[in-house]
């Protein structure tokens, strides 16, 4: 566990945009992604996975559904909105930006 | 914040509870296919997890964190921060409190006097009409036949009547009275759509001549008079000693006009006559509904003119005013409260101004604060919505602190005005409690947002820093504030000359002469029944036997009869000529004021006997027509010549009176007549001897407490004739005093808002200086360490302070200027631009000022350099 890493408030929220980015999918189904995608290293702790869903929800960047899973059962699934995306797409760029400034410090000093 | 039933809230528990319960499903599941025993895995899964309570409550929040919730919370934040500087928050609950209160007491008597509610279908289409052909407004009179002519022709009203409001002798119960009668026309009452409470009202042709003799009570004549008599209608009363009979009671609360008791019809009146010349009436219409006063008057015009047109000696020269009939009779206070609203509202204003240099002081001591806050993410909006919601605490207590203030102050203000305000009732009723409410609201918002603005507007970087070490040295809310202390001194100057010119206005006033010495001058009313007292003989016997009976009462000095006694309302007058001069053109011919006496009349109230003499008993009905002049007259009219023995005629619109000639056998000290206020002092004196006439006042001095001859001097009246009523039972001075009052008034209330305007703006202006020296301070330490002159550091500040000061006396002098001009019609003996006031408002605020810009001044000499370097 020493290797998994606290997360930002807003490094969250991206990540969970860039994960409902790719499909629909329910808290469980998102905190599994970024765990699987990030090979362990960041675990997402359910006290602020669902605080920010229902953070950005309300902000309108995402909406929710319930919906059967496969195996038929039923569970709340998120996706993102028309602004999520385009809010995706800024912090996206803004993060880029950001890590690679930093690289660039980093690697430079 | 617990409301269950917010709207979308319902679904919003079950959906989380399920929510989180699939994830921990989900969860558990995971755990039992990597091997785990199902109560391992089930127990991983809720340390996986976490509390699962504090989970839901977050998102709770996240969702219900309202509007509400985060204002309620700022405002519990701005409690505290109220608390830990109790001094802030004392002088701004007190500004506000001082100044709502004062806003509350004006409004509450504007909303019981100008916004009365009338209990009528749209009151805006009932006028009052007359043929005056001047602006000022004033109950101009028409005659009966003049009145059926506009009636007849006129296309613009559904209704014009006519009416006359005057006392009535009420005899014939326990004891004679006397009761407020309107003499109107049948369609009087279709003025104003009011239904009978019991019986009828009149009807059409009930006012022709030899009409019946009916009359109307109002509904508390008919409680007091007649102990709410069930069996009233067709009872008979006995008004000016003629029998009536009783036909109606109106519904409660109508009294109009006057507070009248008892309505009759018109022909029943003394001075009825069909004569174009008699012209004793008013009219009263209710125009139609699409019809404006400006269409009113142009048909009454047309009217008019045709009037003068062909009937040039009694109607020449008329013209046609309209005026809503609210504002008519409210007209005398309509001003005075008018120019009070306004001057309350500049104090408010001001408060306003002050209180936002106090919030923008103690801002700049939270601007650390305030770019934390920004920098953590908070958007501008946001503080500005949390500064203003720290102000609502400020407002809320000083909002019920002004109304608490208000109730006290009301009745005070009622009681120095007694007779201004006695047929209306001031109270604190749900109209004025929503003023005062969106009132405090709307300071609160004024007061704080140019400080929420500001301060949200500092950019965070450069403020971090420059805040952080404390140097803010040059800030453009120091401009702003600048602005504010400008217009607050702009403002106090407004009222401050306002105060100055009504206080001089109200010295002049009390130093103008009434011509009549008011010591221990006691007067009462009565006015003979006409069908009694037939012939003028037997009604001047009347007048002088009881002058003479009531000097017999002890403690009486002297005593005589008088029309109309000076300040009592009552007055007489007429158009009259030199005899021998050229006749003069119609509307422009000399006026003066009429008043018929007793012999003894000048004598009894101090009027000095200036030439020949008075009248005596030689002056009979069959004697020459005699009459003394008032020297105002006399200086106008003769110059240097004798008026004694020259010859008046006269040239009234009373046909009685037209034509009549008379030798003056006396000169007179001029006396005012209606108001202490008034210039002219051109007088008529008659005899009661030579001219019939009903009505009397009964003037006395006496040697004691006058009114505790009251009692004595009505026995004296009754031992003449028992059925004869006597009222207004009043001594002379307080008349003057009911005169002056709504001058004093007016006075004493600008005076207090042009003090509480000079203490604000005080506080104003020495509490942005101190801000500024506290700031400067190390420039200040600066200069002095490198050796200033510590006079010139005093001089820096004070001159800082001035030019602010003498800033706002600039503009708030110009704006004085429109001020006055608007407020002429209450002034009196000064004229708008009167130096002396606006040498005196400028002169206090100046000292003032001074004194306000020296202690800062002060304390930045007492800078001390060395501390201030070290600090740096």
């Avoid at chain 2, 109560?39 to 996986?48: N, S, V």
């Avoid at chain 2, 040059?474 to 100055?500: P, Y």
Wanted: glycine share 8%.
């Amino acid at each position: 566990m020493s290797e998994q890493l606290d997360l930002l408030q807003g490094t969250l929220d991206l990540l969970i945009l860039k994960t409902l980015a790719l499909e629909a999918n329910h808290g469980w189904g998102i905190a599994q992604r970024i765990q699987q995608v990030s090979r362990d290293v960041l675990q997402v702790g359910q006290g602020s996975l669902y605080p920010a869903l229902h953070r950005l929800e309300k902000k309108g960047l995402i909406s929710s559904e319930w919906r059967s899973t496969e195996s038929n059962r039923n569970a709340k699934y998120y996706e993102l909105t028309r602004s999520g995306r385009s809010q995706l797409a800024r912090e996206l760029s803004e993060w880029h930006r950001m890590s690679g400034a930093i690289a660039l410090v980093l690697d430079n000093v | 914040m617990r409301f269950k039933r917010i709207f979308g809230r319902s679904s919003f528990e079950p959906d989380l509870a399920s929510e989180l319960q699939f994830h921990l499903e989900l969860e558990f599941q995971k755990n039992l296919a990597s091997g785990m025993s199902q109560q391992e895995a089930w127990r991983q899964a809720k340390i996986a997890f976490g509390g699962i309570e504090g989970v839901k409550d977050e998102c709770r929040k996240l969702r219900f964190a309202s509007w509400f919730e985060s204002t309620s919370r700022d405002i519990l934040y701005g409690l505290r921060l109220l608390r830990k500087s109790p001094a802030f928050a004392f002088v701004a609950v007190a500004i506000l409190a001082l100044s709502v209160g004062a806003n509350t007491a004006i409004f509450s008597t504007v909303n019981a006097v100008l916004l009365a509610r009338w209990p009528f279908s749209h009151p805006e289409k009932i006028v009052f009409v007359s043929e005056d052909n001047h602006s000022d407004f004033r109950w101009g009179f028409t005659s009966v036949l003049n009145f059926e002519d506009y009636r007849s022709q006129q296309r613009t009203f559904d209704q014009l009547a006519l009416w006359i409001a005057q006392s009535v002798n009420l005899t014939g119960q326990e004891r004679p009275d006397r009761i407020i009668g309107s003499f109107v026309t049948a369609n009087f009452f279709d003025v104003f759509g009011t239904k009978p409470w019991m019986g009828r009202l009149f009807v059409r042709g009930e006012d022709r001549r030899g009409g019946p003799y009916v009359a109307v009570l109002s509904y508390e004549a008919w409680q007091t008079r007649f102990s709410s008599d069930p069996r009233i209608l067709g009872r008979q009363v006995t008004l000016n000693n003629e029998n009536y009979s009783v036909v109606g009671v109106l519904p409660r609360g109508y009294r109009l006009p006057f507070e009248s008791d008892v309505y009759v019809t018109a022909q029943h009146q003394t001075s009825y006559h069909r004569e174009r010349s008699a012209k004793q009436f008013l009219m009263l219409g209710r125009m139609k509904q699409n019809v404006t006063p400006t269409q009113a008057k142009a048909d009454f015009s047309t009217i008019a003119q045709r009037l003068a047109h062909d009937y040039p000696t009694e109607n020449a020269g008329i013209g046609t005013v309209v005026i809503d009939f609210r504002q008519a009779l409210n007209h005398s206070v309509r001003m005075p409260l008018l120019v009070l609203l306004g001057a309350v509202a500049l104090v408010l204003l001001i408060a306003c101004a002050n209180l936002a240099n106090l919030v923008l002081a103690r801002g700049l001591e939270r601007r650390g604060e305030m770019v934390l806050r920004t920098a953590l993410g908070a958007r501008r909006t946001r503080i500005i919505r949390q500064l203003l919601s720290e102000a609502i605490p400020v407002a809320l207590a000083g909002g019920l602190g002004g109304l608490l203030l208000a109730r006290g102050l009301l009745p005070l203000l009622l009681r120095m005005a007694p007779t201004t305000f006695q047929d209306v009732k001031v109270v604190l009723d749900a109209r004025v409690l929503l003023f005062s409410s969106l009132l405090t609201v709307l300071t609160a918002v004024l007061f704080a947002i140019a400080p929420a603005v500001q301060l949200s507007a500092t950019k965070s970087a450069s403020a971090l820093n420059s805040g952080i070490r404390g140097t803010v040295k040059t800030d453009t809310g120091a401009q702003v504030r600048a602005a504010f202390v400008i217009c607050q001194v702009a403002m106090s100057i407004m009222l401050l000359v306002g105060a100055f010119l009504l206080i001089r206005s109200f010295q002049k006033l009390m130093a103008s002469d009434t011509g009549l010495s008011l010591d221990n001058l006691l007067t009462m009313e009565y006015r003979l029944p006409r069908n009694k007292y037939t012939s003028p003989e037997a009604q001047a016997a009347f007048h002088r036997e009881l002058a003479l009976r009531v000097a017999q009462v002890p403690g009486v000095v002297s005593s005589a009869i008088v029309q109309s006694v000076p300040f009592s309302g009552n007055w007489g007058d007429t158009h009259f000529m030199r005899e021998g001069t050229p006749v003069p053109e119609k509307g422009k011919e000399p006026t003066a004021f009429t008043n018929l006496i007793t012999p003894e009349y000048f004598q009894t109230v101090g009027i000095p006997l200036l030439r020949g003499r008075s009248f005596n008993d030689q002056d009979t009905g069959a004697a020459p027509r005699v009459a003394v002049i008032s020297r105002a007259l006399a200086q106008r009219y003769f110059g240097d010549q004798d008026p004694v023995g020259q010859r008046l005629q006269l040239i009234d619109t009373d046909p009685t009176e037209n034509g009549e000639h008379l030798t003056i056998v006396g000169v007179v000290g001029n006396a005012k007549q209606i108001r202490l206020r008034d210039q002219d002092e051109t007088e008529i004196y008659f005899p009661y001897s030579q001219k019939p006439e009903i009505f009397g006042t009964l003037v006395l001095r006496t040697a004691v407490d006058p009114m505790s001859l009251a009692n004595a001097v009505r026995q004296a009246v009754w031992s003449l004739d028992k059925d004869q009523p006597v009222w207004k039972i009043r001594t002379v001075r307080y008349l003057v005093q009911r005169d002056v009052e709504d001058t004093r008034l007016l006075m004493v209330l600008m005076t207090g808002f042009g003090l509480l305007a000079l203490v604000l703006s005080t506080l104003g202006t020495y509490g942005v200086l101190s801000n500024i020296v506290g700031q400067r301070r190390q420039e200040i330490g600066v200069r002095i360490a490198l050796g200033a002159d510590l006079g010139k550091v005093r001089d820096l500040v004070m001159r800082q302070g001035m030019k602010m000061v003498l800033a706002g006396i600039g503009i708030g002098g110009l704006a004085a200027v429109a001020v006055s001009q608007a407020i002429t019609s209450v002034l009196y003996g000064v004229g708008a631009l009167d130096v002396g006031a606006f040498a005196a408002g400028f002169m206090v605020m100046m000292v003032v000022a001074l004194l306000a810009s020296y202690l800062p001044a002060r304390s930045a000499t007492r800078v001390n350099p060395a501390a201030v370097l070290r600090c740096e």
